[in-house]
């Protein structure tokens, strides 16, 4: 099946570093979205890429939706202790249905 | 802003017994989800849900799962014999049309014992 890898597992770092975690596969996506998940809650949309080779930003957050469809990156610029949390990236393959796959996650720990 | 609400956020239920997580997805969405995560792992797909019937379903979602939309506005999640396996979040998501509004509920968290 399709499946996401997530890189890196996990970062550790101070506060105002900036932050870079990406997603791979083999096979190709429509849609690349990622996002947010606190301690039980659900997934909070970040940013959504819609087309191959999108640029996208939303405030310190960039993502770009890589050219082969088959990848995608995130970075969070600036890093702030609220910015806590693990990351996930999550894939729609060419069916209509609506399916997303998503990533292992990145944890994410900022150090004030 | 729209919200996905699911009830209850948390459920413990014997081994063996029914459970059912309900849903109410965002007004004008079309497409209806559900997913699960296991404790520390990644959101895995169970179904989607379009016009009244199973659009696609992953190996998961066996004979023991079912989803209804029984009135205009709940969407349920039935699992018939729960296993201890089946712990997990279990997490409700809606979208106007894929992937455009895809918004998830905040879960419910489900401990089979």
């Known amino acids: 099946g399709q499946q996401l890898n997530q890189s890196p597992q996990s970062m550790f770092i101070q506060e105002g570093e900036d932050v870079s975690m990406n997603c791979t596969s083999s096979?190709?996506?429509?849609?690349w979205l990622w996002y947010k998940q606190d301690p039980g809650e659900g997934p909070v949309l970040l940013i959504a890429l819609y087309k191959a080779g999108e640029l996208t930003s939303n405030g310190r957050l960039t993502a770009q939706f890589g050219i082969t469809r088959k990848d995608s990156f995130l970075n969070i610029s600036a890093s702030i202790p609220s910015d806590v949390g693990i990351y996930f990236c999550?894939?729609?393959?060419?069916?209509?249905?609506?399916?997303?796959?998503f990533g292992q996650g990145t944890t994410l720990q900022v150090k004030p | 802003e729209p919200e996905v609400t699911q009830t209850p956020s948390h459920q413990v239920t014997q081994m063996g017994q029914e459970v059912i997580l309900r849903c109410v997805p965002i007004?004008?969405?079309?497409?209806f989800y559900w997913y699960r995560q296991i404790l520390g792992q990644k959101v895995e797909f169970l179904v989607s849900?379009?016009?009244?019937?199973?659009?696609?379903k992953s190996e998961i979602f066996d004979d023991q799962f079912s989803v209804e939309r029984p009135d205009g506005s709940n969407f349920t999640l039935k699992i018939r014999s729960t296993k201890l396996e089946d712990s997990a979040m279990y997490f409700c998501?809606?979208?106007?049309?894929?992937?455009?509004?895809?918004?998830f509920g905040s879960g419910t968290r489900l401990t089979v014992v």
């Open positions: 849900f379009y016009n009244n019937e199973i659009s696609e």
């Open positions: 998501a809606s979208s106007i049309q894929p992937p455009y509004g895809y918004t």
């Open positions: 096979s190709i996506f429509n849609t």
């Open positions: 999550a894939g729609q393959p060419p069916s209509n249905t609506g399916k997303l796959i």
């Open positions: 007004s004008n969405h079309l497409y």
